[in-house]
């Protein structure tokens, strides 16, 4: 097993058996399910771009509480001096622990799947939607993680942490507002910035590698950022 | 590298928080096999320079190698031959004791099939054995103290790093402390901080005295009778 495998396998413990990620886990799936069982007896409509919306709320909400404590904690702890004199790379750290927050909201997306599972059973929905839902979920997921890796990094207090990478997903949510108050080129800059903008064309059942791009890109820009922030000392 | 090259060598080290030196133009050399004792007061740059030999810390300027490898240049290769307990004894509370020293070594590069031997060797020489299954959490002061100094030892390191080893121990806990830095001595090179001269006067072969980040001397125990007015006149 590589060193990436054994950050991988101690990160995967410590998310999975940490109270947060139930809480974090229950709080996730008793919302969509009421939301779900609503929506479903209201509407008589086989399709979840509702739900997806929903989704998309709660992970903006939740995801900073589960990445808070990603190197906040082992700051605090001083645990981060043993993770940083071993001989592993600053990547395998952040990689380890992203990928550790990442199985378990895809762990709870997979539970989602109930969902289409019964529209499928019942009736007939379009499932192109439903694809492109759960994949910009999961990107969407991808970019949340590394931006509250990010503030996480720069903090050793976990709540400072939370409401910095909730300030910056909201931020990233209205910048497609913003860009109708901003001068040309900086209006499109603003309105491709937005996260609901990419969220939604997939949530619609349109795949674009734009869409797709913009999470990746600054997934991957973020990771390389807080490998930067804690290589930096 | 040969036999008789020192183990860790650091050439005019400066370290800089902005424009503040924690360490100032440092020069020292670590022989095979020694234990060295770094004395200072509280803010002399001791645990500085250890962050600095560890890999944690990069220098200012100046170079480091260790067991001839630059710190900076090739942190990997350094970091393989080190062994470190850092001063507020950071362990994982959620963990077992047999748990975090197998995750310890693992990351320090044993192989699979090695952990089970390698934990068990170390539990046993620090008396841990005892607290395998226990969590973290749980223990002592004084068998966390050992944990940590366990998993410093667990990968068979040629340098062992402990930045003020005694502190928060009761006698008897200093007193086995000072046994097993004792009996490292000849098979490993260890480099220890202390701000307690009587500590390291009975541990060390040689102490570097340091003040405000400035190396003011080096001096054998053996041949320093007087060690206490030693650093009473240099700081």
Redesign the interface.
Same mark, same amino acid.
């Given at each position: 097993?590589s @060193?990436l495998g054994?950050?991988l396998k101690?990160e995967l413990h @410590?998310t999975f &058996?940490s109270p947060i990620a139930y809480a974090i886990g229950a709080v996730f799936l008793l919302v969509m399910g009421y939301t779900f069982s609503l929506t479903l007896f209201f509407t008589k409509v086989a399709n979840l771009t509702y739900i997806f919306h929903q989704m998309y709320v709660l992970l903006v909400l939740l995801v900073p509480v589960l990445t808070m404590r990603a190197f906040a904690e082992e700051r605090r &702890?001083? &645990?981060l001096? +043993?993770? +940083?004199? @071993?001989?592993?790379?600053t990547a395998s750290i952040v990689l380890a622990k992203f990928l550790a927050s990442l199985a378990l909201l895809a762990a709870m997306l997979a539970a989602s799947l109930a969902y289409p599972v019964v529209l499928g059973f019942y009736g007939h929905p379009d499932w192109a939607p439903i694809y492109g839902g759960y994949l910009a979920l999961v990107l969407l997921s991808c970019l949340l993680v590394s931006v509250g890796m990010l503030t996480s990094s720069l903090t050793e207090n976990q709540v400072v942490a939370a409401a910095a990478s909730l300030g910056i997903f909201l931020m990233l949510w209205f910048a497609d507002s913003a860009a109708y108050l901003m001068p040309e080129p900086l209006d499109v800059f603003c309105l491709n910035l937005s996260l609901i903008g990419h969220f939604t064309t997939f949530v619609r059942g349109s795949l674009f590698l734009s869409d797709a791009g913009y999470y990746l890109t600054l997934s991957i820009l973020t990771l390389f950022v807080t490998t930067r922030v804690l290589a930096d000392? | 590298m040969s036999d008789r090259s020192p183990v860790i060598a650091a050439r005019r080290v400066t370290k800089l928080y902005g424009a503040v030196p924690a360490v100032r133009d440092l020069t020292l050399e670590v022989e095979r096999g020694e234990i060295l004792g770094l004395l200072g007061p509280n803010g002399s740059g001791k645990t500085t320079f250890l962050r600095m030999v560890t890999g944690y810390l990069s220098p200012s300027t100046g170079t480091l190698t260790v067991a001839g490898h630059d710190t900076v240049g090739e942190p990997m290769a350094a970091r393989r031959h080190i062994g470190y307990v850092p001063e507020s004894v950071p362990l994982y509370p959620h963990m077992r004791v047999r748990e975090f020293l197998a995750f310890m070594a693992r990351l320090r590069g044993v192989a699979r099939s090695e952990v089970g031997r390698a934990v068990a060797s170390v539990s046993e020489r620090l008396a841990v054995a005892d607290v395998l299954a226990t969590p973290i959490r749980a223990l002592s002061r004084g068998y966390r103290q050992r944990v940590a100094i366990a998993q410093a030892l667990v990968h068979d390191p040629q340098i062992v790093i402990l930045d003020e080893p005694t502190n928060g121990l009761d006698p008897r806990q200093i007193i086995e402390t000072r046994r097993l830095l004792q009996s490292l001595a000849g098979e490993r090179t260890v480099l220890i901080s202390s701000h307690i001269l009587s500590e390291v006067e009975k541990v060390a072969q040689r102490v570097a005295i340091l003040l405000r980040g400035e190396l003011l001397a080096v001096r054998s125990v053996a041949d320093t009778p007087d060690l206490e007015a030693l650093f009473l006149s240099l700081t």
């Open positions: 097993m @060193a054994v950050l101690k @410590a &058996t &702890t001083d &645990t001096e +043993l993770l +940083l004199t @071993a001989p592993v790379s000392r | -």
